[in-house]
Antibody, heavy 124, light 107 residues
């Protein structure tokens, strides 16, 4: 059974750095073609893709947020970590960790499984 | 960036009706790399369709996807009570972007 679970602070102050952790089970990031990504959703709004890390450590970032994002994996711990610098109230959202079962030749893929999401509020 | 426009914004239908949801891309989507997701209140999205027309694991065959180029469609052949939700399309042919969503509500 595949599970993903996000964790991190619920409340951060503007300008602070947010660190989110995704702990997963039921699959391995050593498996060729597999990736883990992050997607967020502001209250009542659409989905926004943030970043993706592949089994071979290739990293992809949203062009609009690239300068603020860092994604990394710890395969031995079955963990992926996303950091977002210089947080702003506009970053208030639920953040989801997702499994990409098949990375396509474009370097991206659909999100086959999702965590429950973790809410983050940015406020002073 | 490829912009996805979903229409209509809201679809009011009755159980048993056929639902047709549209997703139009601002430029051609590589190799039909379009996915569709269903989201219910308080839940994470669930993958329904990938590669424009392939159903994800355990998705009922009343859900089908079609299209190519810039125009894609999700069809629900006969709406069940549990199908009333918000649906998002996603393209992953050039970075990743999502449409704004279509809400399917009970008429």
């Amino acid at each position: 059974q595949i599970t993903l679970k996000e964790s991190g602070p619920t409340l951060v102050k503007p300008t602070q750095t947010l660190t989110l952790t995704c702990n997963f089970s039921g699959f391995s990031l050593r498996t060729s073609g597999v990736g883990v990504g992050w997607i967020r959703q502001s209250p009542g709004k659409a989905l926004e893709w943030l970043a993706l890390i592949s089994w071979d450590d290739t990293k992809q970032y949203s062009p609009s947020l690239k300068t603020r994002l860092t994604i990394a994996k710890d395969t031995s711990k079955s963990q992926v970590v996303l950091t977002i610098t210089n947080m702003d109230p506009a970053d208030t959202a639920t953040y989801y960790c997702t499994l990409i079962r098949f990375i396509t030749p474009t370097g991206f893929g659909s999100s086959d499984s999702w965590g429950q999401g973790t809410p983050v509020i940015v406020s002073s | 960036e490829i912009v996805l426009t979903q229409s209509p914004g809201t679809l009011s239908l009755s159980p048993g009706d056929r639902a047709t949801l549209s997703c139009r891309a601002s430029q051609t989507v590589t190799s039909k790399y379009i996915a569709w997701y269903q989201q219910k209140p308080g839940q994470a999205p669930r993958l329904l369709i990938y590669g424009s027309s392939s159903r994800a694991t355990a998705i009922p065959d009343r859900f089908s996807g079609s299209g190519s180029g810039t125009d894609f469609t999700l069809t629900i052949s006969r709406l069940e009570p549990e199908d009333f939700a918000v649906y998002f399309c996603q393209q992953y042919g050039g970075s990743v972007t999502f449409g704004g969503g279509t809400r399917v509500e009970i008429k």
